[in-house]
Structure formats: C-alpha cells, structure tokens
C-alpha cells in the first residue's frame, strides 16, 4: 500500500461491514481486490467527512498555552488533558512515566574578546503581538540539550553547516579547527551531527546560529508578520550523540524506568564532547564580522550585511556552559482500541507531545491533527458493526527521542531510544 494508505485509510478499512453491493472501482487500490477497493474508498469519505478542523485549532491552543518542557507543570498537565480526550473517544487509555536524564542550563556566557569586545545576549525579546512571548519564568532559555558543561576561549572559525564536507573543504585552504570554536548555521543535517563532527576535527567548543539566509528574512517575513525566525530568535534542541544510540543517555537499549540502572553522567557516551551553544543571528553578526582570512565560497555565504570570512581569527571568543544534570518525569499517554482478529498485528500512530518552549509548531501542529484521527476513528468504531473490531495504541514520549517501542517476543516494551506517540491499528 502507498503511505498514505498506510495510516488512515488501512486503519478505517478495519471497521468494514457487510454492505450492499456497489460498483466495482476499475484501478483497485495497492493490495485491495476490485470489490474491497470500492468498500475501502466509501469508508474513506465517510472518514473524511467525520474530520473537524476546528477541533486542532481548538487543541493546539490549550496545549500550547503555556511552556511544557519535559518535567514542566503544564508538561503533565497536557499528558492528562490528552488522556482525558482518548477516553472519551472510547479508547483504553493509561499514562505511563519514565525518568530521563533531562539538562538545563545553569550558566550561559558567549563573548568575543578580541580584536573587539562583545557580550551576546542570548535572549528572545517579549513580542507585543504573541502574548505567550512573555511567559519568561516558566520558558527554557537558548540552549542545546545534552551539550557537555564547558570553559574553553580560543579562535574561531566559520564551517558552514559543520558537516564532514565541509571540512574537507576548509582543509583544501589550509585551514585546521583544532584547538579552535567552530560555528556553523544550522541546516542541511541534524543539529546534533554539528558538534559531533565539530569535536572529531579537534574543535574545543561549537556554536550553531541560524542564518536568515535559510530561516530568516532571506526566507520570507519573520515573526510575528511572517512564519520565518526574526533576529534574536534561536533554535533550542538536543545535540546528543544519536549515530552512538538514541534515547536517554543514562539508560541505552533500556526503559529509563524509576529503577533501571544508570551510567554516571560523566561516562555516558552520547553527551557532547565539547561545550555546545545555539545563538540567534542577532547575536552571530559580531563574530562572523570579526572574522578574517579566506572569503567563504559563493554557497557558504548567508544572508547577513557582511562580507563572510572563513577565519581562522583575529575573532576570540569565550564559550562558558554549566547545566543542571537532572533526572525529570516523562509522560507517555498510551491508548488502546482493541480488536478482535489478529491482536498482535498493530498499525503505529504517533507524535511526541513535549516542547522545549510552547511548541505550537513542533510538536503541536502534528499532535492535533493526530488527535482529530483518532477522535474520528473511535467515532466510526462506534458506529459500525461490533463483529468489525479495530486495535489502536497510542504510544507517547517526552522528550528528544527517550522513549520507543518495538516488537520482542511477540510482545510489545518500552525503551528509549525512538519517539511515537498514537495509534497502533490492527488490520483484518
């Protein structure tokens, strides 16, 4: 079956009834025979049709409404209210916690030191126009997850997007990071490969900054006017080492259950090698100004009013990063509409709930129209005849990647090493 007809309508065709005949389709669908093809996509539109869209707009703003980062009050106050509505829907719902290693900062400080001095801000200024811009007591600040604590003070050097080719590149002119703080703007891979690549060059600290070439005012109207990211926005993330193990990265292969055994911070694998900071681009435009040496390739240069330069130096600067290694609750709201046929076989729905600020794009945004699915889905299960049974599970994390779940033994665990949240569904 196309993806598409992976998730929603295989997960309709589960409530299939004996129906009166109706014309056969002429192309039956991927894996439907001619009769089921035409009972498969009149299943379909009485599913399209059960859709509301006022209901995600109605969701993402009371899940969004205030901050809820993993261990946050509203974190478990949105793990109840989606519980709540999965019951309601007539589905078998629990909440499920681990406890995960979850970092957050303690000291901040960026500064350059020569050939000038300057003091980044690290800072997103309240916006008049989005009220919940001021919620500053409850807001994680600026920040990498999973970055090491670090002092280190040494030249800098631009590499572009940090990736492997990159320094290939630079090494062709000469130039080495090692010993150096490498910045780099975000894109092209995942944050988290930045540092990593960073470090295996010799780098002593990384900063990665987004560029309004690739999310800025180059891209189109920033915020509030527009979807793009103004000046002193920064994108917060976990950088941990994923390519080692995903997940938790006290616990690997393991649930972080209350009493899994642990790794000691200090020897735990997938934690940064060196100090690792995001900035805005705001605060990038003095570094990257400060720069000198070699100008950047045409395909290097973004958006800012300067001149890119490569470095290394006469750009100082001092990278200074301490973080509060907690252990904080993870939520996993799990939900269950069982079938009858075939209970092993599952169809997983999901979508993590957690956000490092409010997150009405991420995750929100795909958490609702999750929602709205699954709402719809118990609609019609109810509707149609009890011999025609379905099986969906929700399976929910927190958090960057700390929880997943697979298949052993013919039996389904709990361990942190991907996130889903939703629905399984069993097909027959």
Request: proline residues 7%.
């Amino acid at each position: 079956m196309t993806a598409r007809r992976f998730y929603i309508p295989a997960a309709a065709a589960l409530f299939l009834t004996a129906a009166a005949s109706k014309p056969l389709v002429e192309s039956p669908l991927l894996g439907f025979t001619a009769e089921s093809s035409s009972r498969e996509l009149e299943l379909e539109s009485r599913f399209d049709a059960g859709l509301n869209k006022d209901n995600l707009r109605t969701w993402m703003e009371r899940l969004s409404a205030r901050p809820h980062h993993v261990g946050s009050p509203y974190d478990k106050a949105n793990a109840n209210f989606i519980a709540s509505q999965f019951k309601s829907w007539g589905y078998d719902t629990r909440i499920e916690q681990f406890d995960v290693l979850f970092p957050t900062p303690k000291t901040r400080v960026l500064a350059l030191v020569s050939p000038i001095q300057f003091a980044a801000k690290l800072a997103e200024p309240a916006l008049a126009e989005d009220p919940t811009s001021n919620q500053t007591s409850e807001q994680l600040p600026t920040y990498n997850a999973y970055s090491t604590d670090g002092d280190v003070t040494g030249q800098l050097v631009y590499v572009n997007y940090g990736i492997p080719r990159d320094y290939d590149s630079l090494a062709v002119r000469g130039i080495d990071v090692k010993g150096k703080i490498a910045i780099a703007r975000y894109g092209q891979s995942w944050r988290g490969i930045k540092p990593k690549v960073a470090a295996e060059h010799g780098a002593i600290g990384c900063i990665i900054y987004s560029d309004p070439r690739d999310d800025g005012y180059f891209a189109g109207d920033v915020y509030p006017k527009g979807a793009f990211r103004n000046e002193y926005g920064a994108q917060r993330g976990a950088v941990q080492d994923m390519p080692t193990y995903p997940g938790d990265p006290l616990t690997p292969g393991i649930g972080a259950t209350k009493n899994a055994k642990r790794l000691d911070v200090k020897s735990a694998p997938t934690i940064t090698k060196i100090p690792v900071l995001p900035i805005s681009y705001a605060d990038a435009l003095p570094l990257l100004r400060a720069l000198g040496g070699h100008v950047a390739p045409q395909t290097w240069r973004g958006a800012l009013p300067i001149t890119y330069h490569l470095g290394p130096g006469p750009a100082t600067v001092h990278l200074k990063l301490e973080f509060n290694w907690d252990i904080k609750p993870a939520y996993d709201v799990i939900a269950t509409l069982r079938g009858r046929e075939r209970p092993d076989e599952w169809i997983i729905r999901g979508n993590h709930q957690d956000a490092w600020v409010n997150g009405a794009d991420d995750p929100i945004s795909g958490l609702v129209a999750l929602m709205e699915e699954a709402r719809n889905i118990g609609a019609l299960a109810k509707r149609l005849a009890p011999e025609a049974h379905n099986r969906v599970r929700g399976v929910g994390c927190r958090g960057a990647g700390l929880a997943w779940l697979d298949r052993v033994g013919g039996r389904a665990r709990e361990s942190p090493l991907a996130c889903w949240r939703g629905v399984h569904q069993q097909r027959h």
